[in-house]
């Protein structure tokens, strides 16, 4: 694939500052090999600035949400510039953040264009519930998402941004989207992509939804999919660190 893998961690609310840097470290002491896809973790914001440094270079830190006002009165939120003290990357519209605490659409494309504005690198999430895809709405659900989120970027800021797929019926259920699935949804996104003019080749689309190490191979397999978002498999090194293998695997021709 020439888009260069992405295999993310979301750690959601799991993990002390000592959990986080016990995984860290344990990461640290794989192989060198590593270094031929990228590799990003999402932590709770509590051990950010703990683990910062952490990995070197090999793990790109990442915070889950952002509030995208700069400052001021809003008890409890965390701005943009705060995040990039201690991250570089951030999840944005993740479907817990939409679903339990309300996020719209709307405030989704305000999050990222903040983050953008302080140099994080922005991992967006979409997909559709159980109901939508048996509508037959899967696609139109997509589609208006990325509408609402990206509408109006230029080319150049959209290419800071990888996207994810997670279909939220796939979501911490152990039933993830099959292969085949999932890559139909992928080709929707870059062919969105495209018609927009934005840079679909380049721009890499994560899946997401009960990935573990068993499935991600085959996940991986397909044209369109361009690295992991994974969940419950992330939070320990040893599973996290065999989905990565299997991202390796992909790269040997
Ligand atoms: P899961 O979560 O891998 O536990 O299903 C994925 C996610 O919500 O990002």
Known sequence: ???????????????TVAECRSFLQA???????????????????????AVRGLAGDRVTIGAQNLYYEEKGAFTGEISPRMVREVADAVLIG???????????????????????????????CVGETLAERDRGEAQAKIERQLDAALAGLTPAEAEKLALA????W???????????QAQEIHG????????????????R????????????SLLLAQE?????LVGGASLQADSFSAIIDAALDRLIP
């Open 1 to 15: 694939m020439s888009r260069r893998p992405l295999i993310a961690g979301n750690w959601k609310m799991h993990g």
């Open 170 to 180: 796939a979501i911490g259920t152990g039933r993830n989207a099959s292969p085949e």
């Open 205 to 216: 689309i994560l899946y997401g939804g009960s990935v573990k190490p068993d499935n991600s």
């Open 27 to 49: 990461l640290s002491a794989l192989p060198k090999e590593w270094a031929r896809i990228d590799t990003a973790v999402f932590f709770p914001f509590t051990a950010l600035f």
């Open 188 to 203: 929707v996104i870059r062919r969105w992509l495209a018609a927009g003019g934005f840079p679909s080749e380049r721009m």
């Open 94 to 124: 993740h479907s817990e953040r939409r679903e339990l605490f309300h996020e719209t659409d709307s405030m989704v494309a305000r999050k990222i264009r903040a983050a953008l504005a302080h140099e994080l690198r922005p991992v967006v």
């Open 165 to 168: 797929y997670e279909p939220i």
């Open 224 to 228: 369109d999919i361009d690295g992991l």
